[in-house]
Structure formats: structure tokens, C-alpha cells
């Protein structure tokens, strides 16, 4: 299994630019999430998704949208890209709820913007 | 929304010293798992605590769980090199939810 994976590695926007961030995973899980890491900082949930045709906001939802149309693939879509969003983006994938808890989560090695 | 509080933000060991980080919520938790960042890696999962004053261990790792499920702790015993990197808790709500990721502890271990 390839587990979660993230392309592309690395990518430097201009202001105003729109790009789409690929994550998919091949461990049929239900539950998969978007995160952004600032420098030093911890990881801020953008979206997730619980399900195929299934999304919800995180807590810093502005600027991005998600789809989920199949169970493997939750692409991440920046439109008009602007400095504050120059970040290192993790995509994580979890089988979702076991019972009352929450099973672990699985992160892709990430994706570095840069938006000039 | 849920807010998880982890501290300390920083901390550097001489190696073989002990380190631990605290992870407390306002609220009851249902669950709270722990992860290690390495620098320039990605999170990697390392456990789940579950029960009210759970206590797990991992070689030189233990991990608390409060009795009242509003706090954790990782512990780590006699620190190495190897242990370098940012440590988060992620908490779960008694609600249905998302997780809530700590902000964070970074460790720094000199030789």
C-alpha cells in the first residue's frame, strides 16, 4: 500500500492564481482532512470529509474548497491565491469512529506553497 | 469550538534529561491520541488513550491519560537525539466532531 500521497511535493504561486493540491489514499478509509502547518506552528484543520459527497469547514475554511467524489481522492482547491496562504499542506486519511473514539490518523508527506 | 491546550510551546533537554508535555481541554474528552512530527517530516500517529486515567507506555514513553478525561501527558525518560521533533496530542470531543489538534511542543535534545 502507498498509504496516503500528496503531489505535488513543492510549488510557488503568484498572488491571484488558483491551483488544486491532490491527495489520495489506497486504505479505503471513510474520513480524510486537510490541514495547513505554518513555520513553527501547529496544524490548523481547513476541511474534511467523512464520506464520498460528504465535506464539512474546519476551523480556517476561507479561500479553499473540497470535493469528495470518490472514497480515495480529496483534492484541495486554493482560488486566488494570496501570501497568507503560503503554508506546508498535510492531507490525512482515518478510518473514521470506532465506536465513541476516533481511530488514528494517517498523514501524506505534505505539499510546500509558496504564494509570491 | 473545542480548545485544546498544550504546553509547554518549547523545551530543550541536555540528552538523558526527562521531558514531558501537557496536553488540557476545558471540556470532557472522549479520546486523545498523541503524534511526533520529525523536522521537515509529516505526523506520525503514536497512540490512543481512551479510559478515564489510562496509563500506556511505549519503551521510554508513557502516556497519561486524567481521571476527569480533561488532561494528558506524554513522558519522556531519559531523552536521545533520536527524540528530537515536535510532539501534538489531538483531542476528541464527547460530541460528535472533528479532532482538535495541541499546538504543539517542540523538543530540542543536545548531544
Known amino acids: 500500500n502507498a498509504g496516503v500521497t500528496q503531489t505535488p511535493k513543492f510549488r510557488i504561486l503568484k498572488i491571484g492564481q488558483s491551483m488544486t493540491l491532490q491527495c489520495a489514499q489506497d486504505m479505503n478509509h471513510n474520513y480524510m482532512y486537510w490541514y495547513r502547518q505554518d513555520p513553527g506552528m501547529g496544524l490548523k484543520l481547513i476541511y474534511y470529509?467523512?464520506?464520498?459527497?460528504?465535506?464539512d469547514k474546519g476551523e480556517v475554511p476561507n479561500g479553499y474548497n473540497v470535493s469528495r467524489s470518490t472514497t480515495e481522492d480529496f483534492p484541495l482547491r486554493l482560488e486566488l491565491a494570496a501570501p497568507s496562504q503560503t503554508s506546508v499542506y498535510f492531507c490525512?486519511?482515518?478510518?473514521?469512529?470506532?465506536?465513541?473514539?476516533?481511530?488514528?490518523?494517517?498523514f501524506g508527506p505534505g505539499t510546500r506553497l509558496t504564494v509570491l | 469550538g473545542q480548545q485544546v491546550m498544550q504546553i509547554p510551546q518549547y523545551q530543550h533537554v541536555q540528552e538523558g534529561e526527562d521531558f514531558t508535555t501537557y496536553c488540557n481541554s476545558s471540556?470532557?474528552?472522549?479520546?486523545i491520541q498523541w503524534y511526533k512530527q520529525r523536522p521537515g517530516g509529516h505526523p506520525v500517529f503514536l497512540i490512543q488513550l481512551v479510559k478515564s486515567g489510562e496509563v500506556k507506555k511505549q519503551k521510554r514513553l508513557t502516556f497519561q491519560f486524567g481521571e476527569a478525561k480533561k488532561n494528558s501527558s506524554l513522558h519522556i525518560t531519559a531523552t536521545q537525539t533520536t527524540d528530537v521533533g515536535t510532539y501534538f496530542c489531538?483531542?476528541?470531543?464527547?460530541?460528535?466532531?472533528?479532532?482538535?489538534f495541541g499546538q504543539g511542543t517542540i523538543l530540542t535534545v543536545h548531544p
Open positions: 470529509s467523512v464520506g464520498a459527497g460528504i465535506t
Open positions: 471540556t470532557t474528552l472522549s479520546n
Open positions: 490525512a486519511s482515518s478510518p473514521g469512529l470506532a465506536g465513541f473514539s476516533y481511530n488514528e490518523q494517517f
Open positions: 489531538n483531542a476528541g470531543g464527547t460530541s460528535y466532531g472533528k479532532l482538535t
